[in-house]
């Protein structure tokens, strides 16, 4: 009969006093810890602290942070007064369980902590987001006297890496070298990953090619790096040269390029992923809601809203923030509000993501009518539900509603006003014409105003033509930013719509001479999970024909319901007809047409713009919502239009 099976009819026999510490031991090696530490509370003998540690390592073991206090508790009530071992036991079992506050607490009760105690509260601050502590603690233990050991530099290494601290992490690497541990693999991967995330490429690959047998982590923090910075092609080139590739490859490069707006290249990495049998996780489904998202790729979004339901994700606060998230960007409003309704826990991030949903769809009402039960429910708002909020007013026109929450920030919601708020009561002013409150605001503002908000201004300027402060506001943009090809098209363009073609020509000339390239613009539909891109007056799409014979059949209808196209728009000086046919084969257009032909009648047709919306489009997709009777949903550079029977949702306040 096995030593765990007496111990089990020792204590139904009510015969405690046969149980020793060791029979604890004992229980704990068959991993049954809840039974040891009953005989823990019920020993009256002597317990050593190797007893002690055996528990609290059982406890690490099973992340039972709870079980371990017990145990702590325990020792305290002894008077044990333990040994370097049991201390850094003790350390590790807070560390591991997630607790780096009290990991801490037990550090500094510690008279002579050693390497492997330093090691582990360093690991944990890391671990916790807690970087500047690791980075702090790591320099007090070499003025202590302590050497680091591979360990300790794997440990503060991802510090460096997550704060862009390349300086550091350079001096880390010479004490590494200098203390003969390069040729570890742990430390070098955890070089190559500090180099890719400070940015420092090159680094991070001539410490790879000095790996002798990179393992699957090497390859998956070059590649990460790579595709994290936006080289696409490399990324690519080393993922096809790993010779071995587990799911953590596959999540490096599709939120690589999630995040890097490469949302086509992250659906296509996925596709192939599922070719060869990977199973996706939460962190794969996270990055491609972010890329539906960004896409507006809606079909593939239900698509990867089914797969979490296969993978009994649905249910995870952060998987539901995501999908309302994703439903929102891609238009689908009533659906991101149903999933927002049927949630039977929110926290902050889940109103968050439902205001700025109504926000940059332009429901500003909508919004604010959210925001107040966001408070309601006892959620207080943040730095980000505030952007949002004020974006909504911005949308709708609401000024004085701005002014009340941007006056309340402060002492009502305990937010103090950022660079992101200034901004937005900028746009919010000049968006209504209240120029030069505008200038004013930025006058007074105890902050320098940065780029995002003299654009703003000049994008007031160009809707409410005001060519003279557009000039003003442009010299500042210059100075500040005069690789941005945005500020100058923005004000050749104001030019363009007065008729100032000599002043278009000295922007074009000034853009030349200073190597500024102007970025095409461009929109994309998706129609049957696959993404359409169109630039204007486009001709490569395999489909042009149709798209065109479609387009004139569509201006012919629209002009005979009274259309009339609004050459100011056109931007280039050249006959009236001319205008008219470049208008009419701008990219929005081109995608409108080519989803009519593609897709059932009644379905509502989604299309995004790089750029903002022109006048004359916003005023041609509002007569073809009312003759070919479907709701369009165009999601530009600023917000979202929903245009239905001839009207639009920004109610032409935009």
């Avoid at 794997?154 to 704060?163: D, E, F, G, K, T």
């Avoid at 390029?257 to 199973?279: D, P, V």
């Avoid at 809203?305 to 296969?310: A, T, V």
């Amino acid at each position: 009969m096995t030593r765990a099976i007496k111990i089990t009819q020792a204590k139904g026999n009510g015969n405690s006093n046969i149980l020793s510490p060791f029979d604890a031991i004992s229980l704990c090696k068959y991993g049954r810890l809840k039974e040891a530490l009953r005989i823990l509370h019920l020993t009256q003998r002597i317990i050593n602290p190797s007893t002690y540690a055996s528990l609290l390592h059982e406890c690490t073991k099973k992340r039972e942070i709870s079980e371990g206090k017990l145990v702590h508790s325990h020792m305290n009530e002894r008077g044990i007064i333990p040994d370097i071992f049991l201390w850094n036991t003790l350390l590790n079992m807070y560390a591991k369980c997630g607790r780096p506050a009290e990991a801490r607490r037990v550090f500094h009760q510690m008279s002579k902590p050693n390497v492997f105690s330093w090691t582990v509260l360093i690991a944990a601050n890391a671990r916790h987001g807690l970087y500047e502590e690791a980075l702090i603690l790591f320099n007090q233990m070499k003025e202590t006297g302590i050497q680091p050991n591979q360990f300790t530099f794997a440990s503060v290494l991802p510090a460096c890496a997550n704060l862009g601290n390349l300086q550091q992490g350079i001096e880390i690497h010479e004490e590494i070298s200098r203390n003969g541990f390069q040729s570890d693999l742990v430390v070098a991967n955890a070089l190559v990953n500090m180099y890719a995330k400070c940015k420092s490429l090159e680094d991070a690959r001539n410490v790879f090619d000095k790996i002798p047998e990179p393992d699957v982590v090497s390859w998956t923090a070059l590649i990460a790096g790579y595709a994290q910075n936006g080289y696409v092609e490399e990324a690519l080139k080393l993922f096809r040269e790993m010779p071995q590739r587990d799911l953590v490859s596959w999540n490096a490069m599709i939120a690589g390029f999630a995040q890097n707006g490469h949302n086509a290249e992250a659906l296509k990495i996925y596709q192939q992923m599922q070719t060869e049998g990977i199973n996706p996780d939460a962190t794969t489904l996270l990055s491609l809601l972010a890329a539906c998202a960004n896409l507006a790729a809606l079909e593939q979004g239900i698509e990867i809203h089914e797969e979490m339901i296969r993978g009994g994700l649905h249910c995870n606060i952060n998987m539901v923030n995501a999908l309302v998230d994703m439903y929102a960007k891609c238009g689908n409003l009533e659906k991101a509000q149903g999933m927002f309704d049927e949630m039977h826990q929110r926290d902050v991030v889940s109103w968050n993501v439902m205001i700025a949903g109504y926000a940059m769809h332009g429901f500003a009402r909508e919004a604010l009518k959210l925001f107040e039960q966001m408070q309601h429910s006892g959620v207080n708002p943040t730095h980000i539900t505030l952007v949002s909020v004020l974006s909504a007013c911005c949308h709708g026109g609401l000024v004085e509603d701005a002014w009340h929450y941007f006056y309340c920030m402060n002492e009502q919601y305990l937010v103090t006003p950022a660079i992101e708020h200034y901004g937005c009561m900028v746009d919010v002013l000049g968006r209504a014409g209240l120029l030069k409150e505008a200038q004013e605001f930025m006058n007074r503002m105890p902050i320098e105003p940065d780029t995002t908000m003299w654009a703003s201004l000049l994008g007031a300027c160009r809707i409410h033509s005001n060519v003279e402060l557009a000039q003003k506001v442009a010299k500042h943009l210059f100075e500040l930013d005069s690789n941005n090809a945005a500020h100058y098209v923005l004000l050749s363009n104001i030019y363009a719509a007065a008729d100032r073609w000599d002043d278009v020509g000295k922007v074009r000339k000034m853009m030349k001479d200073r190597r500024v390239q102007k970025p095409p613009g461009y929109s994309w539909v998706e129609v049957n999970k696959h993404v359409h891109t169109f630039l204007a007056g486009d001709s490569l799409h395999p489909q042009m024909q149709r798209i065109y014979a479609k387009l004139d059949s569509l201006s012919r209808q629209m002009k005979a319901a009274g259309y009339v196209p609004d050459t100011r728009f056109a931007l280039i000086d050249v006959e009236e007809n001319q205008k008219e046919q470049v208008l009419f084969h701008h990219s929005e257009k081109l995608a409108i047409a080519f989803a009519l032909i593609n897709t059932p009648s009644g379905a509502v047709l989604r299309v995004i713009k790089n750029l903002r919306v022109c006048g004359d489009c916003h005023s041609a997709i509002k007569f073809i919502s009312k003759i070919v009777e479907r709701e369009i949903i165009v999601r530009d550079v600023n917000r979202y239009h929903h245009f239905k029977d001839g009207q639009c949702s920004c109610g032409d306040y935009w």
